[in-house]
């Protein structure tokens, strides 16, 4: 059964704080893993990771997949109160429907 | 960018009520769109895809017939909860995927339409 689990599940840290959240699968059939950030509505769109060994940045965000090991990593240099979300990994597979789904999510609160 | 709305934002309603949830894409065509549920510090959870013109695809588990599924036009897919109780009280996100899809962001998500069942 293809799975993904993220982890930690919650995360408290300070302002000024690097956090890793981790993201592993297994799937079949898989062809690109993305990360969103949840507020308080829909999930905003952050990367969309499918080589492996490429990072990818944005700002103080960055990002990369391993495809042997199957996991991938989004870190969060100098984090701010304003990065306090949950945060989403998901797959999509090869197959036609293009659908995604999505792990278990990591809840990060970020203190001032 | 590509917009999606859904409508209403908020719903409340009894028990035994049936409710629709609308999803929009807003500026693009949409072939294809996705419902989502999400329960409180949850992740979100696939309910089914949509495709214009043709019957819904559901996940494992999800009761077709409890959550009804139209996809009648390239902008607008309903869900509707039918007989909805307090256990189908949720967060209900639609996505779309637009048909030339970016090599970056293939879905696009509504807002959201909080349900609450009494």
């Known amino acids: 059964e293809d799975k993904v689990v993220q982890s930690p599940l919650s995360l408290v840290v300070h302002e000024g704080d690097t956090v890793t959240l981790n993201c592993s699968y297994e799937v079949t059939n898989f062809r690109s893993l993305l990360w969103y950030k949840q507020e308080k509505k829909a999930p905003t769109f952050l990367f969309m990771l499918t080589s492996s060994g490429i990072e990818k940045k944005s700002g103080r965000l960055s990002s990369i997949l391993d495809k042997k090991e199957l996991f991938s990593i989004l870190n969060i240099t100098a984090t701010q109160t304003g990065d306090s979300a949950i945060y989403l990994c998901a797959y999509r597979t090869t197959s036609g429907t293009y659908k995604y789904i999505f792990g278990t999510g990591t809840r990060l609160k970020v203190l001032a | 960018g590509a917009v999606v709305s859904q409508h209403p934002s908020w719903v409340i309603c009894k028990s035994g009520t049936s409710v629709k949830i609308e999803c929009r894409s807003l500026d693009f065509q949409a072939t294809t769109m996705f419902w989502y549920r999400q329960f409180p510090k949850q992740s979100l959870m696939l309910m089914a895809t949509?495709?214009?013109?043709?019957?819904?695809?559901?996940e494992q588990g999800v009761e077709k017939d409890k959550f009804l599924i139209n996809h009648a036009s390239l902008t607008l897919s309903t869900l509707t909860v039918t007989s909805a109780h307090p256990e189908d009280s949720s967060f209900y996100i639609c996505s779309a995927r637009a048909p030339r899809a970016s090599s970056y962001n293939e879905q696009f998500f509504g807002p959201g339409t909080r349900l609450t069942v009494l």
């Open positions: 949509s495709n214009e013109g043709s019957k819904a695809t559901y």
